[in-house]
């Protein structure tokens, strides 16, 4: 069955992301001149605005920071989904990203959780990176 739900579309800034994901590899965006990390993957540094960046390894280990259970679904391709979660992941190299925890029912997430990234093969060119409790 085909992927029905919103994907992606990779762009200049974030190609090398994307790229990265479909290989089950988590990459970030660091500025060869001040070294912040950031995410989303901007082509510019937010810090001091270099176009100087490069692309990391990350670790894909973070800390949930925040979470919420969507009882409806707002987009209509999510409603075999209900009830889902939405977290916001402190990486460990300190930007934060969106995406959901898979593998643990939605009331045994916890702020301060330990996770680490999976990626989800949803299109033959998008894998989309979520977040499972971390096994380390």
């Not at 500025?31 to 937010?46: A, D, I, K, T």
Request: proline letters at 9%.
């Amino acid at each position: 069955m085909a992927y029905s739900k919103p994907v992606p579309t990779p762009t200049k800034e974030d190609r090398p992301f994307w790229e990265a994901a479909r290989r089950h590899e988590f990459v970030l965006p660091r500025c060869r001149q001040c070294g912040h990390v950031w995410f989303p993957p901007y082509l510019n540094c937010q810090r001091c605005l270099s176009l100087d960046r490069e692309w990391i390894r990350a670790s894909g280990l973070g800390t949930v920071d925040a979470y919420t259970v969507f009882d409806k679904a707002y987009i209509p391709a999510f409603a075999d989904d209900v009830p889902y979660n939405v977290a916001l992941v402190l990486l460990d190299e300190g930007p934060r990203m969106y995406s959901n925890v898979v593998g643990i029912a939605n009331e045994a997430i916890e702020t301060g959780m330990r996770v680490e990234v999976v990626f989800e093969d949803v299109t033959d060119e998008i894998s989309l990176p979520k977040f499972r409790p971390a096994t380390l």
